[in-house]
């Protein structure tokens, strides 16, 4: 390992429970680029709060490089509009360049790859499957002043204990992708 004499870069992470595994995807790419990390994801949340947290959290502290930005599956497992969720992304896009931070949007896995044999019934899943791919399709044509980690392609069902969230095997390869993308 090389020491530094220089500050790491301070990066932020902000989404949902598929943010928050300790020593996740997110980590995971911190470790690779040497950053240090504030992670205020939390399971279960849509990107409305993502916003309102980001804005607290932004107006105390802002002295970061990049933020990443994960969210959207909460959106598209309500009856949230998929409009609403894509304008609280682009909203935290538009308040990280407000601060001069460097945003960077997480359209995340292919869920019709992982989202099989869910907790929820079939009928329930394809429905919400299906509006996570649309508001993944929408992220990629609509947001603007960011870069985009454009849909992991990597990471399969096997990498899944409930088909949705990853498991280690998955956070490996999602972290690969995110760093194979962020050198690009």
Same mark, same amino acid.
């Given at each position: 390992m090389l020491l530094s004499h220089t500050t790491p870069k301070k990066v932020l992470y902000i989404g949902d429970?598929?943010?928050? @595994?300790?020593?996740?995807?997110?980590d995971q790419v911190s470790k690779e680029f040497g950053w240090s990390t504030t992670n205020i994801s939390k399971g279960g949340k849509r990107t409305e709060w993502m916003l309102g947290v980001l804005k607290s959290h932004l107006s105390q502290t802002h002295d970061y490089e990049k933020v990443f930005i994960y969210g959207g599956c909460n959106d598209a497992y309500s009856y949230v509009k998929l409009t609403s969720a894509i304008n609280n992304i682009q909203d935290m896009v538009d308040l990280c360049r407000s601060f001069k931070i460097e945003p960077i949007v997480v359209v995340g896995y292919d869920p019709n790859?992982?989202?099989?044999?869910?907790? @929820?019934?079939e009928k329930t899943t394809k429905f919400h499957r299906d509006r996570y791919v649309e508001l993944q399709k929408l992220m990629t044509q609509h947001l603007t002043n960011c870069k985009i980690i454009i849909k992991d392609t990597t990471v399969t069902r096997k990498d899944s204990d409930d088909g949705l969230h990853l498991k280690s095997s998955g956070h490996k390869k999602f972290s690969n992708w995110v760093i194979e993308h962020i050198k690009k």
């Open positions: 429970s598929l943010t928050c @595994y300790k020593g996740g995807w997110q790859l992982v989202q099989q044999r869910t907790p @929820y019934d």
